[in-house]
């Protein structure tokens, strides 16, 4: 691994941007995204071997466990933030150190079945959300406390849409790297 480029392991589809109109299709495409992470995820990890789940995907970089975890975590907190942003006056979330929560020993060593699940059902009921959104809805936000900034529920979707397939990325080129089916 060491001759690959350590910032296309990092980012291997670039980092996110923000499009210049959010556009129904866009939107719809982003959510058809987001519902099919989970099986998307599923087929390319349920197969693997614990030697192959606790590869980092970069050096420096969590494992495929680590990894496969820490969506489930991100997207539970995207889903209640989702909520929150729905009910309350543009409110200021709570931030978390992922960092941290990667190092806690259900990311380190507990089996992927259970956290696959969990992102099944929890995306199905994010896509089902976000499908019934207004277009007032897609305008309402919250704020980050870490950037202090207001991020609105149709930035939310593209970039949830984005950080699904950015792990998977992370996966699928490692999976490519080591030559693994």
Not at 102 to 125: K, V
Request: glycine share 4%; charged share 25%.
């Amino acid at each position: 691994m060491e001759e690959l480029d350590l910032e296309k392991l990092k980012y291997p589809l670039g980092k996110f941007e923000i499009p210049a109109e959010y556009t129904s299709g866009y939107i719809s495409c982003k959510i058809e995204e987001i519902a099919t992470f989970p099986e998307r995820l599923k087929k390319e990890t349920i197969h693997l071997t614990n030697e192959q789940l606790n590869t980092p995907y970069r050096p420096g970089g969590w494992t495929i466990r680590q990894v496969i975890h820490h969506c489930a975590e991100s997207h539970m907190n995207c889903f209640i933030r989702i909520k929150w942003a729905l009910t309350e006056n543009n409110p200021i979330i709570k931030a978390y150190d992922e960092t941290l929560w990667s190092e806690l020993p259900d990311n380190l060593q507990m089996p992927i079945e259970p956290t696959l699940n969990l992102l099944s059902g929890l995306h199905f009921r994010i896509a089902y959300l976000l499908k019934s959104l207004s277009e007032s809805d897609l305008k309402k936000s919250f704020i980050h406390p870490e950037s202090n900034s207001e991020i609105s529920l149709k930035q939310i979707i593209g970039l949830y849409s984005w950080h699904g397939n950015h792990h998977l990325a992370h996966i699928t080129s490692l999976k490519k790297y080591k030559n693994w089916k």
